[in-house]
RNA sequence: GGGCCUGUGGUCUAGUGGUAUGACGUCACCCUUACAAGGUGAAGGUCGCUGGUUCGAUCCCAGUCAGGCCCACCA
C-alpha cells in the first residue's frame, strides 16, 4: 500500500544528501533566479496561508528546473527585526535595555540559528522545498549587515541620503522613528470638543458679545500647549472679520494669530482650525506653509513636556481628561460630540502615531516619484494589476523614507558626530560590518572624540537589499553579475509598499536598474467562509495538522490550484481530492509495471492506432502544461496534465488495451509497452513540481533503471517523437465517443460494463473506425458488429 | 473621496463575441484481472442587476448593487 510518509522521508533525505538542487554556475543552461522572501523563524505552527505561499513560488522553482533552467534558489531568514528581540528577550528572560548592545545581539544570533535550523526542518524540508542550502542568508548575517552599511555610505555620497531635523513619524509605544509605510490605519470613537477661545481686543459692542469668542472643535485638546495659529477658509463669510487677529489659548493664555488657508473646510466642526506642533500631518503641512513658530509639548515617550505648564508629566490620555475638566471648570468646553476617526498608528502595536521633531537619516523618495513608475512598469507583475498599486503607493508618497529607527537591535548606522563641529564622521567600505558604539572615532577637524550613533536602521533596510543578499553582490561579483536582475521576486501584495518599492527604489539610486524582471503576487487563504485568517479571530487553520493527515503532496495539490494574486477559501475537501489523486497515481503505475517488467524501452516499428492516438494527445497536452507552467499558470496547467492522466489516459486508453496487453500478439504488446512507459513518465514530469515526492517514488522504483537522472526533479522536459496523423487522431476520438455511448447504454440498461452486446454502427463510422476496431471490440466487450443504426442489444 | 479586484449550478472554480469547464457534493447503476479512496452515467446554472454596441454577449461599453483590498481625508 501506499505510505506517503515513508516516501516523504525517504526522498526528502535522498535529496538532501545528493544535492539534487544545487545551482551549478557553471551550466550552460538559461538561469532562473528567485529572490525568496525570507521568512520570520517562528516557533509556533505553521500557518496554512504562509505554507500555501512558500510553496507556491517552489512549485514554480520545481517548473523551471524540470523545464530546463539553471535554478537560484537560495534559502533565507529575516532575523533582522523586532519579532527576533521579543522573542529572546522572552526566552532568555532578559531586558534588552539593560544589556549592551552587541551582546544581545550576540544572544538574537544564536537564538535565531537554533530556531531557524529546527524551521528549515520542519516547514522547508518537511514541504519538499528545494532550495540549494548551500546558499543559505539570513539579514542579521555580517554579511547582511555590510551591504546595509555599503548602501548607506553610497547613497551618502550620492546625496540620495541625508540627515535631517524635521518632524517624523512617531510611535510613543516603541519610542522611535517610523515611515510611512509602517503606519495603519485605526478605526475608533473619540469625541470631538468644542472649545471656546477669547479674542483679543473685544469690541465694545456690549450687544454682540458673541464676536469677542470663537469656538474651535478639536479631537486633541491635549494639545491645546501646542497652539501656535489658528486658521479659517477665506471663503468663509462667518469669520472673515477675524482674519488678522489674535485669539488667546484657554487655560494656557497666550496669544495666537488666526490666519486663512483655502485647506479649511468650512464645513467641518465650526470651520475654524487650530494649528498644533503636531497633531497630524495637516498641521505640518501649514506650518510649514507659513513658517509658524514651533511649539512641542509632547516627548518621546508620548508624555507632556514643561511646555504644558502644570500638565507636565502626565501621558497624553491623562492630560486630556485633565484638560477637558479644566476647560469645564472654566466654562470654555462648550459641547461634545462623539465621532468616527480614522487615525493613523504603528503596525506593530496600534498605538496612535505622534509627530515629533527628531534628527534622522532619509532616503529621498519624493523626487524620484516619475523614474520608480517608470521602473515599475519595466518589471512584469502577475497579475498585472498589482502594478496599479505599487504606483498609487508611489504616487501618494508624502514624505522621504525615514531609515533610523531608534532601538536596539538591528543594524546599526555605522556614523559619529562631533559635539563640537557637528560634524558627521563616516567609516570607509573595508571598515564595515561595524558597529559604531564599539568603535572610537576622533574628529578629524577638532581632533576631538566623536559620538557614536546609537540607532538601527530601519528593518526594510537590509531587507530590501535580499537580490543583493542573496545573489553575492560583495562575496561573490561574477556570480553577481550572472544572475542579476533576478528572474523573480514572489511575495505579498501587503508589502508591495514596503518590500517591493523599497528594492526597487534601492536598485533605481544604486544601479539605475530593476532588481527583478518580474514580481509574482502569492495566493492569500481565507478561511472556508471567506474571511481573513487570524490568531485573534480564532479561525487560523494549521498545516501542520493538514500535512500530518493528507500528506504533503496532497497539500501541494491544493497549492496547486490557487492563482496568483487572488485569494482562496481554505476547504479541507481539496485535499481529499489530492489524496485520492495520489492513490490513483500510484495504482496506475503498479497497473503500468505489472506489464513492463524488465521493459527496455524500443520504440517499435510500427504503432498501434490507439498507441499514437494517446500520443498525440500527450504531445498536445505537454505543449499546453508547458505553456501554463511558463505563465507561472499552475492551476490550468495541473488541471490540463490531470484531465490527460486521469480521464485519456486512465479510464480511456487503459480500458482500451487491457485486453491486448494480457491476450495480446506481441507486436502489439510492445506497441502497447512503448506507450505506456512514454505516457507514464511524461505524466510524472507533468506532476513532479506540484507533487514531488509520489513522482519521485513512481520514478525511483520504476524507471530509474532504465533513465539516466539521479531524480526526476532534474530529469528534462518530455518529447514526444511521433509524428501526427489527423485522420488517426480524429477516428480516435470519434472511437472515444462511440465507447462513451455504448457505457451510457450500459448504465442505463443497468448492466455491468462486462456485459456482453451486438452493436451496430453504420457504415460510415464502421470504415472510420477501422484502425479500431479490435480495441472497439474487446473493450465493449461486442461479440458482433452489425450494420445500421446506431444500438447495442445485450446477449 | 480616489484607485484596484471579485461576483458563473448547493460549494469552489475555468473560460470565450455564438446560451458554458472541471472538481467536490447529490442521485442511479456497476464489486470490470491497477484502483470501491474506483468506474459508468444522471440531475442541477436566465454566467450579480439594468441599459447600450452587435445578427448574436457570460465574455466589449456605460451605469448600478454586493463583497474584498489599497490609498487619501481624519482640526
Redesign the pocket.
Known amino acids: ?2 505510505d506517503v510518509n515513508a516516501i516523504e522521508k525517504r526522498w526528502q533525505q535522498y535529496w538532501e544528501k545528493n544535492k539534487i538542487y544545487r545551482f551549478d554556475p557553471k551550466s550552460k543552461k538559461k538561469i532562473f533566479s528567485i529572490d525568496t522572501p525570507p521568512p520570520y523563524a517562528s516557533a509556533g505552527h505553521l500557518h496554512v496561508g504562509h505554507a500555501l505561499s512558500y510553496t507556491q513560488f517552489e512549485i514554480i522553482a520545481r517548473v523551471m528546473r524540470i523545464l530546463g533552467r539553471e535554478v537560484y534558489f537560495p534559502p533565507g531568514f529575516d532575523d533582522n527585526g523586532l519579532p527576533t528581540e521579543k522573542y529572546v528577550e522572552e526566552k532568555l528572560k532578559i531586558d534588552k535595555s539593560k544589556i549592551d548592545r552587541a551582546k544581545f545581539r550576540k544572544l538574537c544570533l544564536e537564538e535565531s540559528k537554533k530556531i531557524e535550523k529546527l524551521y528549515a526542518e520542519k516547514v522547508f524540508k518537511r514541504l519538499g522545498h528545494s532550495y540549494d542550502w548551500d546558499l543559505l542568508y539570513t539579514t542579521i548575517s555580517p554579511e547582511a549587515q555590510k551591504i546595509a552599511q555599503i548602501v548607506f555610505l553610497r547613497l551618502i555620497k550620492s546625496k540620495h541620503c541625508y540627515r535631517k531635523e524635521e518632524p517624523v513619524i512617531w510611535c510613543p509605544h516603541h519610542e522611535t522613528a517610523l515611515a ?2 509602517e ?3 485605526l478605526k475608533r470613537k473619540t469625541k ?1 470638543n468644542y472649545v471656546s477661545f477669547d479674542i483679543e481686543n473685544k469690541t465694545k459692542n456690549k450687544k454682540d458679545k458673541t464676536k469677542n469668542k470663537i469656538k ?5 485638546p491635549e494639545l491645546l500647549s501646542s497652539c501656535v495659529a489658528i ?1 479659517v477658509n477665506p471663503q468663509d463669510k462667518r469669520y472673515k472679520h477675524l482674519i488678522g487677529k489674535k485669539a488667546i489659548v484657554p487655560l494656557f493664555n497666550y496669544k495666537v494669530p488666526i490666519k486663512q488657508d483655502e ?3 468650512p ?3 465650526t ?4 494649528i498644533c506642533t503636531f ?4 498641521d505640518i503641512e501649514l506650518w510649514k506653509k507659513y513658517n509658524l513658530p514651533l511649539k512641542i509639548s509632547i516627548n518621546k515617550k508620548g508624555k507632556l513636556n514643561n511646555n504644558a505648564g502644570k500638565y507636565q508629566g502626565l501621558t497624553l490620555k491623562e492630560a486630556k481628561e485633565k484638560i477637558l475638566e479644566d476647560l469645564k471648570k472654566e466654562k470654555k468646553l462648550i459641547k461634545q460630540e462623539e465621532i468616527e ?4 498608528s504603528c503596525w506593530r502595536c496600534s498605538t496612535p502615531i505622534e509627530f515629533i521633531v527628531t534628527k534622522q537619516w532619509f532616503i529621498k523618495t519624493l523626487s524620484f516619484k516619475k523614474q520608480l513608475i517608470a521602473q515599475g512598469r519595466k518589471i512584469k507583475w502577475y497579475p498585472g ?2 502594478r ?2 505599487y504606483e ?2 508611489v504616487r ?1 508618497l ?1 514624505w522621504d523614507w525615514c531609515i533610523s529607527r531608534q532601538r536596539y537591535y538591528g543594524t546599526p548606522i555605522p556614523v559619529w558626530y562631533c559635539d563640537k563641529c557637528n560634524q558627521v564622521i563616516l567609516p570607509t567600505e573595508k571598515e564595515l560590518p561595524l558597529d559604531p558604539i564599539e568603535h572610537e572615532k576622533i574628529c578629524p577637524k577638532c581632533k576631538k572624540k566623536a559620538v557614536p550613533d546609537t540607532d538601527v536602521f530601519d528593518t526594510w533596510m537590509t531587507s530590501s537589499n535580499t537580490p543583493e543578499i542573496a545573489s553575492q553582490w560583495l562575496k561573490n561579483p561574477q556570480l553577481y553579475k550572472k544572475i542579476s536582475p533576478m528572474s523573480i521576486r514572489p511575495q505579498s ?2 508589502i508591495i ?1 514596503t518590500w517591493a518599492f523599497y528594492t526597487i527604489l534601492k536598485s533605481y539610486l544604486l544601479f539605475k536598474k530593476i532588481p527583478w524582471k518580474e514580481v509574482t503576487i502569492n495566493t492569500f487563504v481565507l478561511d472556508p467562509k ?1 474571511r ?1 485568517m487570524s490568531k485573534s479571530r480564532g479561525n487560523a487553520i494549521w498545516a501542520d495538522d493538514l500535512i500530518e493527515k493528507y500528506g504533503v503532496d496532497a497539500f501541494r495539490y491544493w497549492v496547486g490550484s490557487a ?1 496568483l494574486g ?4 481554505f ?1 479541507e ?1 481539496e485535499l ?2 489530492g ?2 489523486f495520489l ?2 497515481i500510484w ?2 503505475s ?2 503500468v509495471f ?1 506489464h513492463l517488467k524488465n521493459y527496455k524501452l524500443r520504440k517499435p516499428k510500427k504503432l498501434e492506432a490507439i498507441d499514437s492516438w494517446i500520443l498525440y494527445k500527450l504531445s498536445d497536452t505537454l505543449e499546453n502544461v508547458k505553456t501554463f507552467y511558463e505563465k507561472y ?1 499552475i ?2 496547467a495541473r ?1 490540463k496534465a490531470e ?1 490527460f492522466f ?2 485519456d489516459f ?3 486508453y ?2 482500451i488495451i ?2 491486448r496487453i ?1 491476450n495480446g500478439t506481441p507486436r502489439g504488446k510492445k506497441s502497447a509497452k512503448y506507450t505506456l512507459y512514454i505516457c507514464l513518465l511524461s505524466i510524472l514530469k507533468m506532476m513532479a513540481p506540484i507533487t514531488p515526492f509520489i513522482t519521485e517514488e513512481i520514478y525511483q522504483k520504476y524507471f530509474k533503471k532504465s533513465e539516466k537522472d539521479k531524480s526526476i526533479h532534474i530529469s528534462t522536459w518530455p518529447k514526444i517523437d511521433i509524428k501526427i496523423n489527423k485522420k488517426i487522431e480524429k477516428s480516435g476520438n470519434l472511437f472515444i465517443k462511440i ?2 455511448k455504448v ?2 447504454e ?3 440498461a ?5 456485459a456482453e452486446i451486438i452493436l451496430t454502427i453504420d457504415k460510415k463510422t464502421q470504415k472510420e473506425l477501422k484502425p479500431f476496431i479490435n480495441d472497439l471490440i474487446a473493450v465493449t466487450k461486442a461479440k458482433e458488429i452489425k450494420t445500421g443504426k446506431f444500438s447495442i442489444k445485450f446477449l
Open positions: 500500500m501506499l510611512q509605510a503606519v495603519e490605519d470631538l474651535i472643535a478639536t479631537s486633541r486658521f485647506k479649511v473646510d464645513e467641518f466642526g470651520g475654524i482650525v487650530m497633531g497630524d500631518t495637516g476617526q480614522t487615525v493613523g494589476f498589482y496599479a498599486r498609487d503607493w501618494n508624502g501584495h501587503d509598499r471567506g481573513g492563482s487572488s485569494d482562496i477559501p476547504k475537501q481529499v481530492a489524496k485520492k492513490t490513483k495504482n496506475a503498479r497497473f505489472m499558470n492551476a490550468e488541471k484531465i486521469w480521464h486512465a479510464d480511456n487503459l480500458e487491457k485486453d494480457y465507447l462513451a457505457r451510457k450500459k448504465a442505463k443497468q448492466k455491468s460494463l462486462k
